[in-house]
């Protein structure tokens, strides 16, 4: 009998007990020469210089070798998103939600600072312009290299720490586009257009916190999100003598002059309210929709003794009354509004009716904005869940030694991985749209770009869609996988330690990817009207373009790949098979899987190609696995049949009934 005794079990308390080890997140991005020499070793043992593996494969395969400017401000940036004085910033903005104060004291309309956001939103906002992240896109001195994959790369790692923050700043880029496009028109019939649109350009692509602007977008109303057709927002041309007769500043709070068209109407969905302009759509009385640039604010003239005293101009709103903020399931630090506008002043952009055709320019670089914003926060979730893997015991093991959770996360990290990919794909197809294909010349993704212009145009028209609605999806469903990682903790709302390891509001805020700017199903449309443009890729754009590019980029990849590359051109066969002489509702009806066919083409055509030029066991392994979880077998039945099916499935068969279109389950 053992006379060993047992020593008593003390209760733990709220101070005193088992405590988890807090996970540490490294910088996402490191670039070894950076580093002191004493750090160098320690990340080249651990065999990756970067936590994050696949932005350095992307930098290796986009960028020129020693692209310093690059790979430095990368380095420095990552360690800035990480750094206290940062996320205190950070925190704030989501713990502290924007304001809304229609009124003043006495009841009255407030015009001047309805507004307001807090600290730590509008400091975020200052640091994104310091680090230039929209602004080395528009750099015309960077000449050898490609500016957008710089620009994403540094959005990369800043985005998952800025708060919605990027929001703004993706829409502040596809304003620069747009105006930057339109810099070089003549005033015409618009006195003073072209110093106005001069001027913004400068301050959306400025450094400079103190000067830089950001830009709303303002389309949807109530009619329907991403369909405009029903835009009720009316804009009217002021003749002169109504100018003559203007009561108030005719400049705006940057002293440049108010355009000569006024804007009533309602903007029902109004994200980056507290922007200093908004590129917006209305209805002339040509008919159409037309584009507009509105300056948000307009100065206030005073006619005091007392002017002189005053330190800044006073400024009021410019014909926009807030009506109310948006509670959001997500985006919560993001001031989304409904805005009424009454007498705004702006300035056409174009020719009246071709507004639509302008914002493209916009949608193209949101778009992009989109599919990469939703990698970013998907790495951030995968940081976590490898940082937390790694400290997090169960059972007396940890996670990291745990073959079951190896296997489920080894798999979460291919489809994010394929996701990086694809978007830095089409992230240097936009770099070369607006340069050129040398800058490509002396890198290793030489081979994988159209040769020419219209072929990337082209090429790039047709996946932008799809990666968009693609990505964001994929995104949701990863992150909701490192939520898990986490159990219970991830479900929570960690704020603590600097908001670091809040996987939920992640989550939350990423939700909104697969609907801001179009759904799924409307990129599927999308997708079916580029196919059908007989002005896109010299009337075919999959027969011409697309098909070739990929058989040619299969072509060059490594014969160890031969089973991969037989699943990609299977699906080339079959997207081939789907638009040959099919009817447009066909097309329509099969939209999701249009989608789904061009992601694996493109998407495994990257990865191989990127395993090949660049050959690393784990590069071949992530080609291999997410290609084989997209080997299909395709099944051929009559679609209409199928349609019918479908409808009494997800309305019920005495509803499928009533339209005539019976069919037995």
Not at 181 to 202: C, H, L, M, S
Not at 484 to 506: R, S, W
């Amino acid at each position: 009998m053992s006379t060993t005794k047992r020593q008593p079990v003390t209760a733990s308390s709220s101070i005193a007990g088992f405590f988890q080890t807090l996970p540490v997140l490294p910088p996402q991005y490191t670039f070894l020469d950076a580093l002191p020499q004493h750090a160098r070793a320690r990340h080249l043992t651990a065999f990756q210089p970067s936590n994050d593996c696949v932005l350095a494969r992307l930098v290796d395969l986009y960028l020129p070798p020693q692209t310093t400017q690059v790979t430095k401000h990368a380095h420095n940036l990552a360690r800035l998103s990480l750094d206290p004085s940062v996320l205190k910033h950070a925190t704030d903005a989501e713990t502290n939600h924007p304001v809304l104060r229609p009124l003043t004291t006495f009841g009255q309309e407030n015009t001047n600072d309805a507004l307001w956001t807090t600290t730590g939103w509008q400091r975020l906002k200052e640091m994104a312009h310091e680090q230039g992240i929209i602004a080395v896109a528009y750099d015309d001195s960077i000449s050898l290299f490609n500016r957008r994959v710089y620009e994403f790369l540094l959005s990369h790692v800043w985005g998952p720490t800025s708060t919605m923050t990027g929001c703004p700043m993706s829409m502040t880029d596809g304003a620069a586009t747009l105006l930057r496009r339109r810099i070089n028109d003549a005033d015409g019939d618009q006195p003073g257009r072209k110093r106005v649109f001069e001027e913004a350009y400068t301050r959306l692509v400025s450094r400079n916190p103190k000067t830089a602007w950001t830009s709303g977008q303002w389309m949807t109303e109530r009619s329907g999100g991403s369909d405009v057709s029903g835009t009720e927002t009316l804009a009217t041309r002021i003749s002169q003598a109504e100018l003559d007769h203007e009561v108030g500043s005719e400049v705006d709070a940057d002293g440049m002059p108010l355009g000569p068209w006024k804007i009533d109407g309602f903007k029902w969905f109004s994200s980056a309210t507290d922007s200093e302009m908004a590129i917006l759509l209305a209805r002339t009385a040509k008919g159409g929709l037309s584009a507009f640039y509105m300056p948000m604010r307009r100065l206030i003239s005073h006619n005091t003794a007392h002017e002189e005293d005053r330190s800044r101009p006073e400024t009021q709103l410019n014909g926009v009354r807030i009506q109310r903020l948006k509670s959001k399931l997500g985006t919560k630090s993001l001031p989304t509004a409904e805005l009424e506008l009454r007498g705004a002043r702006a300035y056409l952009i174009g020719s009246e009716g071709q507004g639509v055709r302008e914002i493209s320019a916009i949608l193209n670089i949101t778009r992009l904005h989109t599919a990469a914003g939703s990698v970013a926060s998907w790495a951030r979730g995968l940081a976590v869940a490898l940082a937390y893997s790694k400290v997090r015991k169960v059972r007396g093991g940890l996670l990291q030694d745990n073959a079951v959770h190896l296997r489920w996360m080894a798999n979460e990290t291919v489809k994010y991985m394929a996701a990086a990919h694809f978007s830095f794909f089409g992230v240097a197809l936009q770099g070369v749209m607006e340069q050129d294909n040398s800058i490509m010349s002396n890198t290793k993704a030489a081979a994988l770009i159209p040769k020419t212009k219209s072929q990337v145009a082209a090429l790039l028209r047709l996946i932008l869609p799809v990666m968009k609605g693609q990505v964001s999806v994929a995104s949701v469903d990863g992150l909701r996988q490192c939520m898990e990682c986490l159990g219970g903790v991830g479900y929570c709302e960690n704020n603590e330690d600097g908001g670091l390891f809040n996987i939920a509001k992640i989550y939350r805020d990423n939700l909104v990817n697969p609907i801001w700017e179009g759904t799924v199903s409307v990129m599927a449309e999308d997708v079916v009207r580029v196919i059908l443009d007989k002005r896109i890729g010299d009337g075919s754009v999959v027969a011409n373009v697309f098909v070739p590019w990929a058989r040619t980029v299969l072509r060059d990849t490594s014969p160890v790949f031969k089973y991969e590359a037989a699943v990609v051109e299977e699906r080339v066969k079959v997207l081939e098979g789907i638009v040959e002489g099919v009817t447009k509702e066909e097309l329509l009806y099969q939209g999701r899987e249009l989608l789904e066919h061009i992601e694996v083409i493109v998407n495994g055509a990257v990865l191989l190609f990127d395993a090949s030029v660049n050959p690393d066991p784990i590069a071949q392994q992530i080609a291999q696995r997410w290609l084989r979880s997209k080997a299909r077998v395709s099944t051929n039945s009559d679609w209409k049949e199928t349609a019918h099916l479908d409808r009494a499935i997800f309305l019920g068969a005495e509803n499928d009934e009533k339209s005539g279109k019976t069919s037995k389950l």
